[in-house]
DNA sequence: TTCATTTATCGTATATTTACGATGAACGAT
DNA sequence: ATCGTTCATCGTAAATATACGATAAATGAA
């Protein structure tokens, strides 16, 4: 008969699964790339580089700010956005350790 | 989706964001992992050592074989899959040079 | 105050994802 | 040939994701 099935999933895998659904659409990769090439990181500039709406781009940047890659300031009637750093690092590094663990490199 | 806009991405991030999304769920990250501890890499095994139903891990594997992070081998009436090691380093380059680009690491 | 600008959120439509039971197809064994 | 095993696929339901226009909230400027 089966083994029970109780193993549920790792903190690990879970965090890291959430990383890489905020990682799972070209436009929120492309997001990062922005926040890095300008030095505004104002909403409206990365809106301008994007084929979408405003309130997709807004959608977006929410879906990065809820796993913490970007964070956001309110700079007068602006939002000025920049990618955390440190949070960076520790998605490298989770996302390194599993490739390492699952026999990559 | 109403109309997808993929399509004004490059297709370097096309790609990466496809393989992010085969990353995004806990299941199939933990699929990859058991697929390299195991010696046998039987549909029978995984399922197992998931809190999941047959159908549903089928379904993971799937959309892992998709993306090509995965391959399976039909064995008489099992079938035997196993990480693609090359499209593994491919992964990994490609978000290597991802974290690069946006200033991590 | 009033107006224009900026961004988040609401409402909504549709697509996709996730999950499961049921079923079908392929195979080895009896 | 029939049976049991293994796995993919079908059908389906609920949740989530994606996209947009419209609107609200906040701010600075006139």
New binding site residues.
């Given amino acids: 008969m089966p083994v029970s099935k109780k193993d549920d999933f790792t903190k690990d895998e879970v965090w890291l ?1 959430d990383i890489c ?1 905020s990682l ?5 990769i492309k997001i990062l790339k922005i926040l890095t090439e300008l030095n505004s990181c ?6 301008d580089q ?14 990065l ?1 809820r796993v913490g890659l970007i964070e ?1 300031e ?8 920049c990618v955390d750093n440190k949070l960076l690092i520790k998605a490298k590094k989770q996302l390194d350790k599993l490739f390492t663990t699952i026999g990559c490199c």
């Avoid at 799972?24 to 929120?28: F, W």
């Avoid at 994007?50 to 959608?59: E, G, I, K, N, R």
């Avoid at 309110?74 to 956005?81: A, H, L, Q, S």
């Fill in positions: 699964a659904k799972s659409h070209p436009a929120r104002v909403v409206g500039s990365i809106v994007l084929p979408l709406a405003q309130a997709t781009v807004s959608q977006h940047l929410k879906e700010k956001g309110i700079d007068g009637p602006r939002v000025c956005y």
